[in-house]
């Protein structure tokens, strides 16, 4: 009887133990999208330059796919690396970036762009959110890589990272044949 | 000049608590008593040193010398002097460093205190709290830092985030610190008990005001940490079963379930090995919530910087010390086979035990609670979270039979319950319980828990004036106040024992008021605007501004007025600047019967404001009812140990050879 319990009580002090290591892999902070290895909801809106912009015009090309506002701080914190980004990759024919200015005012976003730099891609206008609802957008910024056949691959939560190009999307573009 | 000062002895200290480890286990397994003094000295310069250590931190805090990286990410120019000094704990980094000062003090006073009267189990203290404290060490010498200097200096700080930028701050962690690390001296009792053998009742004794103390700070500092959330973070209420929360209240359960069984064994004798499993696992789950916090496998609202490497090494650390400690118990336990057995199921003995599994039980469920939305996430990659629905059902149960049980431990006897002084006893509070049912109906309380708990309420309160009454009756020689007076000082221990039960009482009592009576009003007002919520007409007289310290913000002015009286509340959005989250001070009018809460959002456009106002019935009573509880422990803290050990004698196995 007694030995039941001993076996008890350290089999279930290892398996939280085993738990934990477990959980350690994990970054509590990401939080898995339900759209990812699914089609990318399509939009046809405004963009901030007042012409039509249209996800579903970029098939057959990688998009990455920005969700940000100039209400938002790591926004800012993100933008250096997208210009950064926007400039080394324009020259690709295969990959293009569209920015989505959601919850935002055009003022503000044209205020946000002149202050921190231009990247030169385009973005859709999304004051009402209905593009970010659409998406499952929960917080600014949130990234998403689609692949040219209008499928979602990768969830970015957060701002991108210096290398995150190379790191994650230049391997999944590679990986296509 | 001066942090590295600090760093250097933090670094000696590490290797004085190697010493002070390494030393003594050399010195008791080869019968020098020598040596084991040289790991006492060691282990009192370790303290000297991270003294220092914590002083050069403190003192850079001060003077801001942003060059120091911790200084540098927590405070800024601008910080009130009160959050420099306490920005320490504002931290990871500084969390550590005053949790391993912490442990150095206590050991410290530990070895001063018992060295003398305890000479066979402290150089085993000695060994266990020098190996932890070395562990603490690495852990911030290696992979947190505060001495880090950040070059070159920037001119300013980033300043402490906002949040913590209250006196909540300067009081919530360090109490629950003081709680989390005042068990590592029981436990370190415990383990020696265990390991030389004398696993009797000289620990227990040893401990017990250790045991008080760790458990009161505890208390005090989840309390501190309700309140703070409750004028805050501005949702209304208290307590969110956040893991982090959670992690708190676990070690406080499984420490209130040994606070009363060490009087079974004190008394009878009987469970000695749930004893020692009972202190172990209140410091292990202490440990664990250090994990869950420092290391980020969970995220909360405590959700603090996680970084792999720590959380690894945390996990290692804790690792070995849990599989040491239970490994220890169990190949220990067969010294502590027991002759004596429960007499009787009605005995104060097996309500102790009822109690215990209750209380176990509920840890138990806050722990499943806690844990398996990780379980979740690890093994199938999506997220679940567990809220108030599942505490709600699970835990408010066991809780009301803990409140039954609360009620009927005064009023039974040890050994063997008498039927007669049973059938004499339980009638009054029996009637109050169902005074209690009516007074609950009356009081339009529908939820069957509600109703129950308010039966069990004067249940508990009927038991323990009883118990109170028949203490002075039989000094009915004296005059009542005389008679009193007499009971109380004789028997501090039991009757501060009763006065935290009133206090958890009273607590309830909030519990039902803001659990089940609470009113929310969502809405827009501009200035000019009334509304009525309960028997309140607020009315916002004006938005304006203020500014303070390092902050300003948008103000709200309410007049509130009930009958003749009417007080002016502010609520407040304040800025902080430098990070721009913008932080909500609730505007809070306390009565005994209820709180006026309000909160101020966003505006929706010219002059118009969003608001939430809510009507939080009877939430001081938790605030009193948790002062009370630390009244009777403090007053239980009085009794010396003389008398504690005399009722301890009855157990002739109490020390063995």
New interface residues.
Partial sequence: M?SIW?TV??LG??A??A???????????E??SPLVNRPAPDFAVQALDGQPIRLADQRGKWVLVNFWGSWC?SCVAEHPYLLDLARATRARSDFVIIGVDFKDTEQGAAQFLARHGNPGYRHAFDPAQKIAIDWGVYGAPESYLVDPSGMIRVKQTGPLYPGWFEKVALPLMEAKP | MWIELGHFAAILAFLLCITQSGVTLLGIYRSQPVWVRIGKQASMVAFLLLTLAVGTVVAAFLTHDFSVRYVAEHASLELPVFYLATALWGGHEGSLLFWAWLLALFNAIAIWRHWSSHTRSLPWILVILGAMLAGFLVLILFLSSPFDRLIPPPGNGRDLNPMLQDPGMVFHPPFLYMGYVGFAIPYAFAMAALITGQAGDEWILATRRWTLFAWVTLTIGIVFGAYWAYYVLGWGGYWAWDPVENASFMPWLTATAFLHSVMVQERRGLFKTWNLFLIITTFALSLLGTFLVRSGVLSSVHAFASDPSRGVYILVFMSILLLFSFGVLVLRAELLRNPIQLESLLSKESAFLFNNLLLVTAALTVLLGTLYPLAVETLSATKVSVGPPYYNKVFIPIMLGILLLMGIGPLISWRRALPARLKRDFPIPVGLALVGVLLAVLLDISHPYGVVTVALMLFVVGSHSLDLWRGVQARASMAFWHALRALLARNKRRYGGLMVHLGIVMMCGGFIGSGLFQQELDLTLAPGDSVQLGRWTVTLERMGEAAKYNWTAVEATFRAQNGQSSVIMKAQKRNYGKRSQPITEAAIHTTWREDLYIVLGDPVKENLWNFRIYRNPLVAWLWWGAAMMVCGVIFAMLQGRRSASFTSSPSPDGVQP
Avoid: S, W
Avoid at chain 1, 19 to 29: K, S, T, V, Y
């Fill in positions: 007694k001993q009580l350290l002090v290892l939280i133990l738990l934990f290591a477990l959980g350690l892999r994990n970054d509590p902070h939080i898995p701080v």
